[in-house]
């Protein structure tokens, strides 16, 4: 069981009142667990009953958390070693009572100089993408109505893709970004994001313009922005524009 599965285990316990959880003897270790765990948040205990080392739980998303309340507990957070190249951690941007969440992999390096999602390049794409395809299909819809956000939070050095314990360690936050908002759709920009959300192993080609499921919100998956920046995938920014009404449509239609 991955620290995923595990922390919502932990959570459905708590749902139904169990206080403490007990880990057998000789039972799965905590490696692999994210390094932040050492903080747990949670209110369930841990009674080990083994001199085996002592279980690091995963923290659990205190109920009823706000946005504000998880970028205080990011504060200048060293939990994973992309702190070690960041200038600003970008924690999110936009309506945190938007009904539609778009999660993209990590910063870049304007994103990093002004600790704001989506500002560069990519960014400004995005933004037309989102304004002009929501007045053509007669949304009253700007890029400040929506929320964005990233898988991390710290620009991986090079824009090198997020390694899997990296996005692990910082999914937490992701995690419980998602859970304070509960948007109405997510859409995942680009392999990565769709991959942390969905749990799936496919390239974006086979997963977008496709519904999938995080908890129970819709997850729409489509290309990044940077990737539609190139300029011999036209196509794929034909398709993207049809992912985008497909999320639009559902949740503001
Ligand atoms: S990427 Fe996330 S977990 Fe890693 S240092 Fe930055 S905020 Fe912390």
Avoid at 35 to 54: F, L, N, R, Y
Avoid at 102 to 113: I, Q, R
Avoid at 184 to 194: P, S
Wanted: hydrophobic content about 35%; proline content about 8%.
């Amino acid at each position: 069981m991955n620290a995923e599965e595990l922390r919502q285990q932990l959570e459905y316990y708590r749902d139904l009142g169990i206080k403490e959880v007990y880990r057998r003897p000789g039972g799965a270790s905590g490696a692999g667990l994210p390094a932040c765990a050492a903080e747990p948040t949670a209110q369930i205990q841990t009674t080990v009953a083994s001199p085996a080392p002592p279980v690091a739980l995963p923290p659990l998303a205190p109920a009823g958390e706000t946005l504000f309340q998880i970028l205080e507990d990011i504060g200048d957070c060293r939990r994973c070693r992309l702190h070690e190249g960041r200038n600003k951690i970008v924690f999110g941007v936009g309506d945190e009572k938007a009904p539609l969440v778009f999660v993209g992999e990590g910063p870049g390096a304007d994103e990093d100089e002004q600790g704001i999602p989506f500002v560069g390049r990519a960014g400004q794409l995005l933004t037309q993408m989102i304004e002009n395809t929501a007045k053509k299909e007669g949304i009253n819809l700007k890029r400040s109505d929506v929320y964005i956000c990233n898988v991390v939070k710290c620009r991986p050095p090079g824009n090198r893709t997020p390694e899997p314990d990296e996005m692990e360690i910082c999914g937490q936050f992701l995690y419980r970004q998602l859970l304070a908002m509960h948007p109405k759709a997510i859409c995942a920009l680009g392999g990565t994001a769709a991959r942390a959300l969905t749990g799936r192993k496919e390239g974006v080609t086979k997963m977008r313009g496709r519904w999938f499921q995080w908890k129970d919100i819709p997850v729409m998956v489509t290309y990044h922005p940077s990737f539609l920046l190139r300029p011999y995938n036209q196509d794929a920014k034909r398709e993207a524009w049809e992912d985008l009404k497909k999320a639009l449509h559902f949740v503001y239609g």
